[in-house]
Each structure stands twice: as structure tokens, then as C-alpha cells.
T-cell receptor, first 115, second 111 residues
Framework: DAGVIQSPRHEVTEMGQEVTLRCKPISGHDYLFWYRQTMMRGLELLIYFNNNVPIDDSGMPEDRFSAKMPNASFSTLKIQPSEPRDSAVYFC?????????????FGDGTRLSIL | QKEVEQNSGPLSVPEGAIASLNCTYSDRGSQSFFWYRQYSGKSPELIMFIYSNGDKEDGRFTAQLNKASQYVSLLIRDSQPSDSATYLCAVDPNTGNQFYFGTGTSLTVIP
């Protein structure tokens, strides 16, 4: 079975540019999570969706960050304008509400470097 | 107080020894507990979960849960160099599938 698919795997861009990260969750999963990971702050939850609806975006650091989930199989995280401090690895994860235990499954991540 | 706390390490054990990784959590209502392994430059990979008090064994891995003490641990028996990674503890507080992650414990298994 296909896991969570993220693209691109690597992104290098100059500050001020718009960055768009993409995620395809596991088919049938109804929760989708966006995380950011840095050495200093570890794994931080940015936002999560349930049935395509944003549930909690309190982790989104600034208005420069936005996320959408137009359908059950696709989500985007945008940063506009990007800044060097946004450099991090961004992970998407998905899970299902079914079953007593609902583990989150992670994609391979997007390594973002803002110059 | 952080929701989930782990010793950051690094933890070093010789090959063949038992590695013990510990995690405490603050939300007493938490229901499910997860251990993820993350190799350098890779994504977190689920290795075990537990939701009942006691021990759960899967191969060389044993998860232990004590809800009264709000404590969960992971034991790795017969540690191998390939077990060298960061281990993340995650807790499901039973509020909408959101997890609380610890900062991870770095484990090095020395050949």
C-alpha cells in the first residue's frame, strides 16, 4: 500500500519567494497533520485537518503560513513570503479514526532551505 | 510543564545489551502511546504502540506502560548497531487524533 506521499523532497529557494509543499495522505485516512522539525525545537505540529476541515491551526507560526485541503487526497502548505528561519524539514502525516488505536503515519518529508 | 518528556541522551549501549528508553506524560486522560524511530535524515517510523497497562512485546522490542505513574518505556533487547537512531515517544490524549511528541532520545549502539 502506498504511504503518505510528499513533494518535493528538497526545496531550495531565496527569501521572499513563495514555497508550496504538497501532501497526499494514505487512502481512507481522515486526519492529516503538518509538522515542522528543527534541531532546536524538535517536532512541532503546525495544523491538522479532519475530513478536509482545519481543526487546529494554533501551531502555525505566522500569517505567512497557510494550509489547505481541497479534497481527501491532497493538501498543501504554503509559505509566502519565505524567510531563512523557515528552513526546516516539513512532514505530513495521516491517520484514521477507525480502531481503538490510531497511529499517525509520516511521509518522507520536505527538506526546505531558504537562502 | 511539557506534555511529554524524554531524556534527550545521548544514550550509548554496547552491542547485545538492553537499551532502555523512558517517557513521562502529563495528561492523565491519555489513552494510547506510541514509539517512533527516526534515523538521521529520515522520517519518523512507527515501531510500537501500547494502550493497556503492562508490557507488550514485539520481537526485540518491549513497550511498558504504567498509567498510574504516567510512564511509558521502550526496551530494546540484544541491541544492534542498526538500532542507532532517535526514538520519539508520542501520546494520544484522546482529543481528536492529535499527538503530543517528546523531543526524542538519541541512541547509539556501539559495535
Amino acid at each position: 500500500d502506498a504511504g503518505v506521499i510528499q513533494s518535493p523532497r528538497h526545496e531550495v529557494t531565496e527569501m521572499g519567494q513563495e514555497v508550496t509543499l504538497r501532501c497526499k495522505p494514505i487512502s481512507g485516512h481522515d486526519y492529516l497533520f503538518w509538522y515542522r522539525q528543527t534541531m532546536m525545537r524538535g517536532l512541532e505540529l503546525l495544523i491538522y485537518f479532519n475530513n478536509n476541515v482545519p481543526i487546529d491551526d494554533s501551531g502555525m507560526p505566522e500569517d505567512r503560513f497557510s494550509a489547505k485541503m481541497p479534497n481527501a487526497s491532497f493538501s498543501t502548505l504554503k509559505i509566502q513570503p519565505s524567510e531563512p528561519r523557515d528552513s526546516a524539514v516539513y512532514f505530513c502525516a495521516s491517520s484514521s479514526h477507525r480502531g481503538q488505536v490510531q497511529p499517525q503515519h509520516f511521509g518522507d518529508g520536505t527538506r526546505l532551505s531558504i537562502l | 510543564q511539557k506534555e511529554v518528556e524524554q531524556n534527550s541522551g545521548p544514550l550509548s549501549v554496547p552491542e547485545g545489551a538492553i537499551a532502555s528508553l523512558n517517557c513521562t506524560y502529563s495528561d492523565r486522560g491519555s489513552q494510547s502511546f506510541f514509539w517512533y524511530r527516526q534515523y538521521s535524515g529520515k522520517s519518523p517510523e512507527l515501531i510500537m504502540f501500547i494502550y493497556s497497562n503492562g508490557d507488550k512485546e514485539d520481537g526485540r522490542f518491549t513497550a511498558q506502560l504504567n498509567k498510574a505513574s504516567q510512564y511509558v518505556s521502550l526496551l530494546i533487547r540484544d541491541s544492534q548497531p542498526s538500532d542507532s537512531a532517535t526514538y520519539l515517544c508520542a501520546v494520544d490524549p484522546n482529543t481528536g487524533n492529535q499527538f503530543y511528541f517528546g523531543t526524542g532520545t538519541s541512541l547509539t549502539v556501539i559495535p
